[in-house]
Nanobody, 123 residues
Framework: QVQLVESGGGLVQPGGSLRLSCAAS????????MGWYRQAPGKQRELVAG???????NYADSVKGRFTISRDHAKNTVYLQMNSLKPEDTAVYFC?????????????????WGKGTLVTVSS
């Protein structure tokens, strides 16, 4: 129904920057919230940043002041600008979207996830 495609991951040095992108496509009537989660090896997945359709944002304490989430409604795309990267930011980053999808008979808000993109910050 809906696919989320992430890009922008890679290897960077501590203190460097990366910008992640996530584009949603498919059966999309509208998108409510979008966000980024991450999961480090052997650790629990955690919310990094989220943004509502109205532009309200929230961040994990560990990234506040360093990361910025934004979105382009026309492109159904969410971004995560990551600055001052630290080795502990190393993780697979997953895009998430709450999508309003319409069928012939229903319209429902559903959760979708990207496949993930790896961010590695060298020590």
């Amino acid at each position: 129904q809906v696919q989320l495609v992430e890009s922008g991951g890679g290897l960077v040095q501590p203190g460097g920057s990366l910008r992640l992108s996530c584009a949603a496509s498919g059966n999309i009537f509208a998108i409510n919230t979008m966000g980024w989660y991450r999961q480090a090896p052997g650790k629990q997945r955690e919310l990094v940043a989220g943004i509502t359709s109205g532009g309200s944002t929230n961040y994990a304490d560990s990234v506040k002041g360093r990361f910025t989430i934004s979105r382009d409604h026309a492109k159904n795309t969410v971004y995560l600008q990551m600055n001052s990267l630290k080795p502990e930011d190393t993780a697979v980053y997953f895009c998430h979207a709450e999508v309003m999808g319409r069928t012939i008979t229903t319209m429902e808000l559903m959760d979708y996830w990207g496949k993930g993109t790896l961010v590695t910050v060298s020590s």
